[in-house]
Every structure is written in structure tokens, then in C-alpha cells.
């Protein structure tokens, strides 16, 4: 019985060991903010951060994520989180939002390594999350504005 | 609204609402509760301490208010809008302000259609008056209420920001505190309502109301309803489109984990599982012999071939100014070229998908759809209930484009309900989801123009070869805009009649659309369609028709100024003369992305303009091609007059997201049939644009006291076009398919 790590909680999931991470967390955790939308890792709509990196949830076994530190939308709090969310709010960034979850988890990856992002390493970090309403223009400016209120935090 | 809030009586009704930084809102409704089932879904939930003051609008004691959205939410802010324009005129505290989606009832029918759902770009445009009404006449209600309560004449009053206040005291009271004091009061009909330059949220950019919930991951889309005692499904349906099936050997799937059936429906094999990986997982052990179609055959390349040969002929007119032939005839300068247009799916980030639970005396439906009536229409047929047995819950929609204005998804799941007797969230997997779209129509584009000296053009001929969405669509939801009481064979009858006939009788009127009127002034203008179904299921795509029609008249134009060695944005101007409104945003545009200077570095300017449903719209693309051939959209200007601009920067958001998906099919993906199948099934082979492909866009919204016309859809069409424009402008090569590839050319 494979034995996770998320959002802090240690969580015994009862599945076959080549269930996908997705599907534990979405159907067996209830953890509904990682969502299903291609299945095999071109969309990024199930981005989690696995010790703070972005990782596709479809593509991954769940027995390749024991003894790692999963985090889900659910579980997304600190510093970097407030700030990201504050901005994504403050610029009015979401439209349908099935995707938010992911965006902002993968942003919050970029900002706890690079508090001072480049448009190009903005482009970089996050065009693995496909954004079908197009939020991209506002996502850009939602991650600059987060960063300098993390920059200016840290003053 | 709490959920502690909700009594128990109240807790025998399953529902799902959206309170606004609340989350899901649930209640149970268990199978086979009859007293449920028998309560009139005309009814919403009205808690204790609440005033429900019309269809619209609802107060609590504590002030809060919650506006009834009747339209789906999928992106484009209308819950938010429709929110603004109730609390404009009811003078409410704007940072109360909460949205529910609404029942199904006729209250909430698009004035429009008579058939509730959203489309067409016409939400605001339909209903903003009836919403403007709705908040006047509940603010003129609580203003009565507090007069007699002070026991003080009405016109010493006024409302602002949930507040009544008697002016020659001073004393306020808040809607909150006037709840249980309306008895005996009835609305007042004929309130005055405000002028433009009345509006205190109206005309700002006002944050959306749905944030919180879709960045805490507690937004509840349809892939999230959970229901006690459900199942989940997916579904295969058959690959060679209209195929059906000959045989099922499911004996392998059922031996599988978690699999509790395999079911033949009208639309393809279900299987029902605990989890939706189990039974996606199941598919491929499925033995499905699908009996052989005629549309095994249909290709696009072949449809292409078919349509060239048909293009050569004449069409039926649909649309007529002056007379093309006599000037064809005398003029040496002709220009001619032919566009074509690839199927585009929708490819919604969550698939479709449904959940369903029948029982003898009832049916709950939980979705995400564009159309609630629908959804009741299709889940009537099937079960054989009456509409008012059942109730359609909407949630959250992960995007919709159009798709989720057809039903078949909600008819799967409750079939599979009725037939497995338990609740089931049907999903669909991202393959069956591209390849069983209801597709954007391909269509062949024959042009030919002539022009005068001065290059302007004096005839303009477009043939449009394809199918006609309506054609195919309408049958579909006709029942839905019939009455209720209308016996089931009647609206069986009239579905049957539709198919047969209706095809017939409306094909290429609403094909044309863009095509004809022109917004230009060209004195001789003929548009005529021929209608070649190949029977490839296509529905509406943001922007319909436009979205394909715009391509051909606006890269035409193109090609008439340089034909006429005119500049493009010029010959527009002229042309325009007529059309003060749109000549505004194109003489904007041009300004915004200085026409007049050079364009930056290594980069073409494309310029393209429209007017879809009274909106007018005008891009300026800069584009740059690369040593491998790709082009690259660097940025983009636009001038946009859509009326009163009610949530300006959810219309400047609205304009960039259309950008984005027309940028999709102007530079990425499209939709081919090979053998009777869609050769593409996940983003992998239909690509969608990513952050690094996504240009700066810049957008002015022209200022207006105009009733306000739609955003949604407006941005699409005149992408491909201005891009394409641009691309000629870099390398002299005219791009006239899409997507567009510069190593075909």
C-alpha cells in the first residue's frame, strides 16, 4: 500500500502502484484541484510540486512518489503562496479556471528559486500549463507583481 | 449562505450553488426520495432569514445579496457582469454582492432565443435592460419600506450602497434590516432607470467575483461533483463517426478491478467503474466490432478536392447589392483566389462530461453546460419523466466555446443512471472528447473581385462551399424552445420534421454571417453558398461562422489593396465611409501601432478589422518569420466599441483570450478525417498556444453610451487574417489556409 506525503499529511492510499499520482489525489484524496485534462503529460492542468519542483501528475506512478513531499493547490500556503494569490486577484487573472490551480502552483515554483523573473524565464518556467482562455498576458503580469511584493518582503 | 445554515428539510434536496468566496453549497437528495423529486424545481432555495425580492435577487439580515445568474459561467465574467448591472441599480453595497446559478425556469429563458443557455455572444446585450429593471425595481421596493417604516414620505428618500437614507433626518437603515418589512408591498413597476453617467460600478473594472474559489482549488467544475453512492463512467464512441455496433465482447474489461458494467448505449459503450481510472483504464481490453458506415470514406483531402470542383460552379445567392456580373464582364482587372478552412475542435480544458442521477420519479443533473433547457429536454426524452422532474444543477465550466451548447454528454450520463439504477459522473476521456467535437465547419472560399483605377473595388463575388452549423444544430435544441406542456411526441415530432426539413430550409443564411453585408462600401456584392453536408458532425465554435468567413474577406481585401498598390489600412478607411463606428477603430488601431512608422525590428505589421453583431473590432499583428520558416506573433494592438463597456477589463480580458484561440487555429491546430476518423486525439497532435507563443496585446475600448453589444467571441475571427496580412507584408507569399504553414507555400 503505497504511503504519501502531501500537503504535510502522511496519507496511505489503498491503489495498484501504477496508478497515477492524478488519480490518487483527485478520486481516492479528494483533492479535486489537480484536474484531469489530456492524460498524458502534454497540458499540465495536474502540475503538483514534488519537493518544490513541478511535476505532471498523469505521468506519475504513485509508487514513484513515496518518500517525496507532494504539494497540491490545497495544500499551496507561505509567503510565495499569499503573495500569488493576492496578485492573481489584484489582476483579475482567472476566466473559466480549471487550469489556475496548476498556474499557480508552477509560478510559485519560479518564485521560490527567482524572486526577480524575466518575461523570458516567466515564458520558460510556465509553458508547460496550457491556458485554453488564453490568461497568459495576465499571468505574466500576476507573477512580476507578485515577485516585487516578495522582493520588497524581503527588504 | 452556510452550510449549517441549511435546515433539515432543506438538506432533503441535493443542491449546488456558487456563493462567491464560499465554495459548494450542497444539500442531498438521495434516490428514491420522492418528496424531492415532487418539488417543482421552480422553487429555488430561499433560506430562512432571506428576502427574495424577484426572480434576480436575494437579501439576507446581515445585507448580504446574492445575485441569480442565469447564464453559465465558462470564462467570460458574465457572473460577474450580470452581478454588476443587478447592483447598479439596486444600489447595493458592492463588496456584498454574491452570485448563485439559477434553476431551470422560464424566468430565466435568453429573451432572445426562449431556451435557456448561453451564446452568441448576446447575454448582456438580450437581458441587460430586464437585469437593469430587476435591481431598480427591488432598490424602489426597500425604498417604500423604509419610508413606511419611519412613517415618512417616499420622495424624502434614496438608496446608495444598501442603504436607505431620509434625507431631511438623516437617519439610514440598511436593506438588511428591511427584509421583514416589505410585507404587503408589491415590486413597483416603471422605475426610472439611471443614465450612463448615473453609474457608480457599471463602466469600472470590477474584480471578478469568482476568484477566490479557482485559486484555492474549491471550485467546483463538473469533473468535481461528487454524489453519494455514484459511480463513474467514461465512454467509447464509435471512430468511424455515425458507425454503430455490431458486436461487444466486454468479458476481459469486466474481469478488471473496480469495473461493475459495460453497457451498450445510443451513442457508444459505456463502462462503469469506482474510479474513472479504472474504467479508462478498461478501454483498450474492450472488444467492440463497429459495423461498417458509409462515412468510412469521408476525407478531408477529398472533401477539398469535391468542394474545388463545386466552387467552380455558381451557388445560391444568399446576399445581394447591385449587380457583380455585368461589371465582371467589362472589367479587365479581376482578382481571383480561394481560402480554405480546416475543422476546428473546441477542445475545452475539461472534457465533457456529466453526472446524472434517475430515479422512478425524478432526475438530478449536475453539469457543465451551455444549455440548461437542454439538458432537462434531453434527460425528458430518455427517461420519460416530465421536465419539471427534473433539475439541472450547473456548475463551473471549464471553458465551453460553444460545445457545451449541445447536450449529447448529459443524455449519456442519464441513460447510464437509468440503466445501472445508481448516480454516475460520466467523463470523457481527452481522445473521445477530440474526436466526437461537434467541429467548426470547414468551408472552400471562392473570391473574386474587380477594381477601378483609384484601386477600389467595384464588384466582390464570395462563394462559400461547406455545411451549415445551424443546418445540422438547430434540430437539436428545437424542443428545448418549446413549451413544457407540449406532449413528448409533438416535440419527438417536431425534432424528427427538423431533421428531415429544417436543413433544407436554412442552410447559408447564417453560413454567410461576415460574408454578407460587408462592412465595406463596394457597390457590387453578391454571396452565395453551396451546401455540401459530408454528415461530419459540426456545432458552434466562438465566433461560428465569422471565424472562417473573416479570413477569406479580410485576407481579400488585403489583396485587392495590394493588387491596387493601396495601403491596406487606407483602402479600409475609404471604404469605411459609411461605417463611422468601425472606421473609428481601425483609424485607433492604426494610431496605437503608429501604421505610419516602420514596425520594430525584423518584424511586418497585418492589419484586419471587423463588425460582428454590432460590435466593432480592428487588430494590428506584428510578425516576425524565422530561418525555419515559423511565424512568430510578437504583438498585437486592438480598438474594440462594443456599446457601454460594463467590466471594461474583463473585456479587455475577453479580447485577449479570443486572440488566444484564434491564435490556436491560425498558427497550430486543426481537425482532419481520414477513413471516416479524426486523425488527431489529444494535445499532443491538436496543439493549443502556450505562454512562449503568446504575443503583448494591447487593447483600447472605445467609450460609448451605447447599449452594450458582446465581447465573447468578437476577438476570433480577424486574428488569422491580420496575421496572415502580416505574413505577406514579410515575405510576399499569400498564406490562404490555415493553420498557416510557411514551408506549404
Redesign the interface.
Known amino acids: 500500500m503505497p504511503r504519501l506525503r502531501i500537503n504535510g499529511d502522511v496519507r496511505d492510499v489503498n491503489v ?1 502502484p501504477d ?2 499520482l492524478l ?1 490518487v489525489l483527485n ?2 484524496l ?11 503529460s ?2 499540465g ?1 495536474c502540475t503538483v510540486l514534488i519537493n518544490g519542483e513541478p511535476v505532471l501528475s498523469c505521468g506519475l506512478p504513485v509508487s514513484e512518489a513515496e518518500g517525496v513531499d507532494i504539494v ?3 495544500g499551496l500556503h507561505g509567503p510565495v503562496a499569499d503573495a500569488l ?1 493576492n496578485a ?3 489582476e ?10 496548476a498556474q ?1 502552483l508552477t509560478a510559485a515554483a519560479l518564485l521560490s528559486t527567482n524572486f526577480n523573473p524575466s518575461d523570458e524565464d ?3 518556467a ?2 508547460d ?12 503580469k500576476a507573477i512580476h507583481r507578485a515577485a516585487g511584493e516578495i522582493r520588497h518582503e524581503k527588504k | 449562505m452556510k452550510k449549517n445554515n441549511i435546515d433539515q428539510k432543506r438538506r432533503d434536496f441535493l443542491k449546488l450553488g456558487f456563493v462567491a468566496g464560499s465554495g459548494l453549497l450542497i444539500g442531498i437528495h438521495l434516490p428514491g426520495c420522492t418528496e424531492a423529486a415532487n418539488q417543482s424545481v421552480s422553487t429555488p432555495e430561499i433560506q430562512d432569514d432571506e428576502f427574495k425580492a424577484n426572480a434576480w435577487i436575494k437579501i439576507n439580515s446581515d445585507g448580504m445579496i446574492t445575485v441569480t445568474v442565469s447564464h453559465s459561467e ?4 458574465i457572473s460577474t457582469a450580470i452581478s454588476m448591472i443587478v447592483a447598479e441599480e439596486l444600489e447595493a453595497d458592492w463588496s456584498k454582492v454574491r452570485f448563485e446559478m439559477a434553476p431551470v425556469e422560464d424566468v430565466y429563458k435568453h429573451p432572445k432565443y426562449g431556451i435557456q443557455w448561453t451564446v452568441s455572444s448576446m447575454s448582456i446585450h438580450a437581458s441587460w435592460d430586464l437585469w437593469r429593471k430587476a435591481g431598480a425595481s427591488a432598490r424602489q421596493l426597500l425604498i417604500l419600506s423604509a419610508a413606511r417604516f419611519w412613517g415618512v414620505s417616499v420622495n424624502e428618500c434614496l438608496a446608495e450602497n444598501s442603504t436607505v437614507i431620509h434625507k431631511p433626518s438623516s437617519q439610514t437603515i440598511n436593506y438588511g434590516e428591511l427584509i421583514d418589512k416589505t410585507d404587503g408591498l408589491s415590486l413597483p413597476e416603471n422605475v426610472r432607470l439611471k443614465r450612463p453617467d448615473e453609474f457608480k460600478i457599471i463602466g469600472k ?1 470590477v ?2 467575483l ?12 463538473g ?2 461533483v ?1 454524489v453519494p453512492g455514484m459511480l ?1 463512467a467514461t465512454i467509447v464512441h464509435p471512430p468511424v463517426f455515425g458507425a454503430g455496433i455490431k458486436s461487444l465482447d466486454a468479458r476481459e474489461a469486466l474481469t478488471m ?1 473496480g469495473i461493475k458494467n459495460v453497457l451498450t448505449i445510443e451513442t457508444g459503450v459505456a463502462i462503469v467503474a469506482e ?3 479504472q474504467a ?1 483504464s478498461a478501454i483498450p481490453s474492450l472488444n467492440i466490432e463497429w459495423e461498417k458506415s458509409d462515412n468510412r470514406h469521408v476525407s478531408t483531402r477529398q472533401l477539398f478536392k469535391r468542394w474545388k470542383k463545386l466552387g467552380a460552379k455558381e451557388g445560391k445567392v444568399f446576399f445581394e447589392e447591385g449587380d457583380v456580373k455585368p461589371v465582371f464582364e467589362s472589367t479587365s482587372r479581376v482578382v481571383e483566389a480561394t481560402y480554405d478552412l480546416p475543422y476546428q475542435a473546441h ?5 465533457m462530461n456529466c453526472t446524472a442521477s434517475v430515479t422512478k420519479t425524478g432526475c438530478e443533473i449536475w453539469v457543465p453546460t451551455q444549455n440548461q433547457k437542454g439538458a432537462q429536454e434531453i434527460a425528458a426524452r430518455i427517461t420519460g419523466l416530465d421536465n419539471e422532474q427534473i433539475r439541472v444543477h450547473t456548475t ?4 465551453g466555446f460553444g460545445r457545451r451548447a449541445l447536450v449529447d454528454y448529459v443524455g449519456e450520463a442519464v441513460e447510464i443512471s437509468r440503466k445501472i439504477n445508481a448516480p454516475v459522473k460520466l ?1 470523457w ?2 481522445e473521445e472528447d477530440i474526436q466526437h467535437d461537434f467541429y467548426r465547419p470547414a468551408t472552400h472560399n471562392v473570391m473574386k473581385a474587380t477594381i477601378d483605377s483609384h484601386g477600389r473595388p467595384t464588384a466582390w463575388l464570395h462563394r462559400i462551399v461547406g455545411a451549415d452549423v445551424f443546418a445540422q444544430a438547430m434540430p437539436k435544441v428545437i424542443s428545448g424552445m418549446m413549451p413544457d406542456s407540449t406532449p413528448r411526441f409533438l416535440k419527438n415530432m417536431a425534432t424528427s420534421l427538423a431533421e428531415t426539413f429544417l436543413p433544407r430550409i436554412i442552410a447559408g443564411k447564417k453560413a454567410i454571417k461576415s460574408a454578407g453585408p460587408l462592412p465595406y462600401r463596394i457597390p457590387n456584392v453578391q454571396v452565395e453558398f453551396i451546401n455540401d453536408d459530408p454528415g461530419i458532425p459540426i456545432g458552434w465554435w466562438r465566433s461560428v461562422a465569422p471565424s472562417a468567413n473573416c479570413f477569406a474577406v479580410e485576407c481579400f481585401i488585403d489583396e485587392l489593396a495590394a493588387a491596387g498598390k493601396r495601403d491596406p489600412y487606407e483602402l479600409r478607411i475609404e471604404l469605411l465611409g459609411a461605417n463611422p463606428r468601425l472606421q473609428h477603430v481601425v483609424r485607433k488601431v492604426a494610431e496605437m501601432a503608429n501604421w505610419y512608422e516602420p514596425p520594430p525590428n525584423g518584424t511586418h505589421r497585418g492589419i484586419a478589422a471587423h463588425d460582428f453583431q454590432s460590435t466593432m473590432m480592428a487588430y494590428v499583428a506584428e510578425v516576425s518569420v524565422n530561418d525555419f520558416n515559423e511565424i512568430m506573433v510578437h504583438r498585437v494592438f486592438c480598438a474594440v466599441d462594443c456599446g457601454i463597456a460594463v467590466n471594461p ?2 473585456i479587455e ?1 475577453q479580447v ?6 484564434g ?1 490556436t487555429a491560425t498558427i497550430k491546430s486543426s481537425i482532419t478525417f481520414r477513413e471516416g476518423k479524426v486523425e488527431q486525439g ?3 497532435d491538436f496543439p ?5 507563443e ?1 504575443p ?2 494591447e487593447v483600447f475600448v472605445v467609450p460609448s453610451n451605447n447599449p452594450p453589444t458582446g465581447i465573447g467571441e468578437v476577438g476570433v475571427p480577424i486574428i488569422a487574417p491580420a496575421v496572415a496580412n502580416a505574413v505577406y507584408a514579410a515575405t510576399g507569399k499569400r498564406l490562404r489556409s490555415l493553420p498557416l504553414r510557411l514551408d506549404e507555400a
Open positions: 495498484p496508478t497515477p488519480w478520486e481516492q479528494g483533492l479535486t484541484g489537480t484536474k484531469y485534462s489530456c492524460g498524458i502534454e497540458c492542468a497540491t493547490i490545497e494569490r492573481w486577484i489584484a483579475d487573472v482567472v476566466q473559466c479556471g480549471y487550469c489556475q490551480p499557480l516567466i515564458d520558460a510556465m509553458s500549463v496550457i491556458c485554453r482562455c488564453g490568461t497568459y498576458q495576465a499571468i505574466r | 465558462m470564462g467570460q465574467g473594472s474584480l471578478r469568482d476568484s477566490h474559489e479557482k485559486i484555492d482549488g474549491s471550485a467546483v467544475f469533473t468535481d461528487k463513474i478491478p474510479t474513472f481510472w479508462s477542445a475545452t480544458p475539461e472534457p463551473f465550466l471549464g471553458c467523463i476521456t481527452r477589463g474583463n480580458a485577449i483570450s479570443a486572440l488566444a484561440f491564435l489529444n494535445f499532443d493549443v498556444l502556450r505562454m512562449d503568446m503583448r496585446v
